[in-house]
């Protein structure tokens, strides 16, 4: 395999309720704000959980004329957006077209989203008659696609490089840049896209994972219902956003003299292969996937200065993902930080790891670690080194970020602060 | 020259000069593929039974997707005819790309949804028919804890699963590959709950793993000239890398495409077994040079 050593994050878009620029959204995570409130949507009576962290507005880049952008679903909007400001963050929006840009997508539900708009646009002449719909969506801003949204969003970026859609559950995001670190490293293409979008506030998605007991029922304290490592947590909250980075050959970023946002170091996977919904209650197969990033960064686990976890907050997810560090970092795993970011943005589905890579790379620049909110009385049975509460500076060179998901995915990417 | 079931056959490319830069290789230990009915699927959810002899789980029989049950059933197979045991077959992964994956689960649900509320909808929804759920499935049913994951999901996404495929076996997260492909044919042209009177589930398994695994024999070349041809899904030439083409190839039927000056001509041929190669090549500077696809017996 052909080894151009280095790959650097040098852009980054992201959209999320907690900022649409990566200073404000780490801003807002260093100072505890939690995006969680009461759905508004969609019409949320009757769902077991009522809450979480929408995205309202998705802002639109001055690249896209408005008559073009309200044509658009927002889960296309997201990903135009954060592709855009990536490029542009960047600065290879320019020369987008001159070069061959690979694009790694993390999206979970894209079929599902445009199939369940379509349905709810027309829903009045089908089935309900008179009734107010779950969604308003007018029938005229609504069409089925023809065609995959990634291969839409290179056709009217221009960009001419190999593409594809990923789908890991809320692994995503992890493995749509381990793909991309891959691709630049074997040569295939100098430069990356890569990243995971998700608006999973929807009446099915919020209805399955609400009667699948996974989503918190504390729907009367938005802001404290979603509390990772906690005693009394009761299940996730969703949330919604996305985030795409732009993936470069370190040689090609020197170059061109980017400015690095971090490296990528390592990144590992494996599967359970024990149920698609319960993580396995044996730590070793996920410790598997930690123990590849690490062997792939070449660093032990004491050399982790932050991990970000990913800790829903749903009893059985918190108390297993312990174990997993507990088993993979031994002694360290009482001296590295640990937080949940989740207590914040809620949980993005399948964008949850690009933003939590974007966090880690906000923590990495402001030299501190966002806290976990709401953690008030830590399980006993997660007795990791918390970063509870408040932000805590901190001396950042290596950062690691779990995230595992349905199918029984397990992954770890390791980023390095770039001097 | 291409060695094809003892077989010569000449197959030159106008246009290909420069020696290509953009190559991915991967073993192709063993495939199957197969074409199922909605009657066959439905039966063969209780008469299919993994390596180990045992039906599959009376859960997974309830909520699987039909997808799920035709992919199981190609790599059930393909497992079964290896002449050879998987090396390391635990610490394989999968991944699998099937087309507009749970539609028919997901159009019930809005019906249910509708008539009904939040209450009526199944648990098992997102868990077995998302994009993710062919892969997750063969994971835990093939008890292989390598990666898995899916991809593309939309119409003629399957040559992104021999780009992330190709891709993955060379790095060490796994020893090798499930790659598994599914769609129906005709493929749905909306979100309807009938419509064909005996669609086809297709179904494609392939094992591949790293090309310094033993027993190779032949190697076949998948080249094309420019990235949005080869996604050029919006085609319906048969040139285009799709699962009815690749299915069609591998039993020996061969792919060409028409070629113009210059153009963004995919030129694809593939043996049953051996080296897969799927390779960009870089159109001449100057002048139109022919260069031969070549062989070969490793």
């Known amino acids: 395999m052909k080894d151009n050593g280095g790959v650097w994050i040098t852009g980054v878009g992201l959209a999320t309720p907690l900022g649409s620029d990566l200073g404000e959204f780490t801003a807002n995570l260093l100072a505890g704000r939690c995006a969680i409130r009461r759905v508004t949507k969609m019409a949320i009576a009757g769902h077991p959980s009522q809450i979480a962290a929408e995205l309202v507005d998705i802002p639109r880049p001055q690249a896209v004329d408005e008559a073009v952008w309200v044509k658009h679903a927002p889960l296309e909007q997201l990903v135009l957006w954060c592709m855009i400001r990536a490029l542009q963050n960047g600065d290879l929006w320019e020369r987008r077209q001159s070069l061959p840009i690979g694009v790694v997508l993390g999206l979970g539900a894209e079929w599902p989203y445009f199939w369940e708009r379509y349905w709810f646009a027309w829903e009045h002449e089908r089935v309900a008659p008179g009734r107010p719909a779950a969604l308003q969506i007018h029938k005229q801003d609504c069409h089925l696609p023809e065609r995959p949204l990634v291969h839409r969003v290179c056709e009217q970026l221009g960009l ?23 691709w630049i490293r074997s040569g295939r293409v100098a430069v990356c896209l890569a990243g995971a979008c998700d608006l999973p506030v929807t009446p099915l998605s919020m209805s399955c994972f609400g009667n699948l007991r996974a989503l918190s029922r504390r729907n009367d304290q938005p802001q404290a219902a979603c509390r990772p490592f906690d005693r009394q947590r009761d299940g996730f909250v969703m949330g919604e956003g996305g985030a795409v980075f732009v993936l470069e050959a370190e040689e090609h970023a020197r170059r061109r003299k980017a400015e690095p946002l971090a490296a990528i170091l390592g990144f590992g996977a494996s599967s359970d292969a024990s149920h698609l919904v319960i993580p396995n209650s044996d730590p070793e197969p996920a410790a598997r996937a930690l123990r590849l990033a690490l062997a792939d960064a070449r660093i032990g686990p004491e050399d982790i200065n932050y991990l970000n976890a990913h800790a829903p907050g749903t009893p059985v997810g918190d108390r297993c993902e312990t174990r997993v560090v507990q088993l993979v970092f031994g002694e360290a795993a009482k001296r590295v930080p640990v937080s949940s970011t989740k207590s914040m943005t809620g949980h993005g589905v399948t964008a949850a790891s690009a933003l939590e890579a974007a966090a880690c790379i906000g923590a990495l620049r402001a030299q501190a670690i966002p806290p976990t909110i709401n953690l008030d009385d830590p399980d006993p049975e997660c007795d990791l080194c918390h970063v509870s509460r408040e932000a805590r500076p901190a001396r950042l060179q290596i950062v690691a970020s779990n995230s595992f998901g349905f199918g029984g995915s397990n992954t770890m990417l390791i980023l390095k602060r770039v001097a | 020259m291409i060695k094809y079931g003892g077989q010569q056959v000449k197959t030159s490319v106008p246009g290909v000069g420069a020696e290509a830069t953009q190559v991915l290789r991967a073993k192709l ?42 992919g199981l059933a190609a790599t059930l197979q393909t497992w079964s005819e290896m002449s050879q045991s998987l090396p390391e077959a635990q610490n394989w992964g999968v991944i699998a790309a099937p087309e507009y994956f749970g539609r028919e689960a997901t159009w019930s649900a809005l019906q249910r949804y509708s008539q009904e509320g939040a209450s009526a909808i199944s648990p098992h929804l997102i868990p077995n028919h998302c994009l993710h759920s062919l892969a997750g499935s063969l994971s835990v049913l093939l008890g292989c804890r390598g990666p898995n994951y899916g991809i593309g999901g939309g119409p003629r996404q399957f040559v992104e699963l021999l780009l992330a495929g190709l891709g993955e076996v060379q790095r060490d997260l796994a020893p090798g590959y499930w790659l598994v492909a599914t769609a129906w044919r005709p493929a749905p042209p909306e979100l309807s709950a009938s419509g064909f009177d005996e669609p086809i589930c297709l179904a494609l398994a392939l094992a591949i793993c790293r090309e310094d695994f033993p027993l190779v024999t032949w190697r076949a070349r998948l080249s094309w000239y420019s990235w949005p041809r080869l996604f050029d899904s919006a085609s319906s030439d048969e040139s285009v890398l799709g699962l009815d083409n690749f299915v069609r190839a591998l039993y020996g039927a061969r792919i060409t495409s028409p070629t113009k000056e210059h153009a963004e001509t995919i030129s694809w041929y593939i043996p049953r077994t051996g080296l897969l190669e799927l390779r960009r090549e870089e159109v001449a500077v100057s002048g139109q040079n022919e260069t031969d696809y070549q062989e070969v017996a490793a």
């Open chain 1, 160 to 182: 001419d490089g190999p593409r594809v859609t990923i789908a890991a559950a809320c692994a995503s995001g992890n493995y749509a840049l381990g793909l991309a670190r891959q």
């Open chain 2, 29 to 70: 230990i063993a495939w199957s593929s197969g074409a199922f009915t909605r009657r066959q699927l439905q039966r063969l959810r209780t008469e299919l039974r993994l390596p180990n002899g045992e039906t599959l789980p009376a859960a997974f029989v309830r909520h699987a997707e039909e997808q799920t049950i035709a």
